[in-house]
């Protein structure tokens, strides 16, 4: 089911149960452009990705040059500080590890009392709350 969907439901049971809360959209626009190398090299040290491995990745990330055309002709190259390159059949991986760690922080946040999600079923031991939604390159936190 579309995250979309659940939101409005989410919202939808909150406005009839006339319970106060916040809905966060996340829009994460260009996101394989705004990827910070250095987060996501931490990350794959606090995942247990060995040396060889995370050598690898920051190979692979680092080495790309970007030449801009003017009247047609390159302009010279440069080097990219961050980001993922498009098309590239290693970014949308290293991308869904980005946003494993956006999802732990979420996760922590809860944890420690910051979000307190919403309750979208019954009250007690049953109940199910939902803190975030996540698809694709959009993020909801409750």
């Known amino acids: 089911m579309d995250a979309s969907l ?25 996101t394989y452009d705004h990827v910070n190398w250095g987060f996501l090299m931490d990350l794959l040290e606090k995942m247990g990705f060995g040396r ?16 801009v055309l003017i009247n047609g002709s390159p302009a010279g190259y440069f080097n990219s500080q961050r980001g993922l390159r498009q098309g590239d059949p290693l970014s ?3 991308f869904l590890l ?32 939902i803190t975030r939604l996540q698809y694709a ?3 909801y936190i409750l």
């Open 52 to 67: 060889k491995w995370k050598h690898w990745i920051k190979f692979c990330i680092s080495t790309v040059n970007f030449s």
């Open 6 to 30: 659940k939101a409005n439901e989410v919202i939808d049971s909150m406005v009839n149960l006339k319970k106060p809360g916040i809905l966060c959209k996340l829009d994460i626009e260009k």
């Open 137 to 139: 390159d959009d993020t």
């Open 98 to 129: 980005v946003m494993e760690g956006l999802n732990n922080m979420i996760k922590i946040s809860n944890r420690e009392g910051w979000l307190r999600g919403f309750d979208v079923a019954r009250a007690g031991r049953d109940s199910l709350k």
């Open 92 to 94: 949308p991986f290293l």
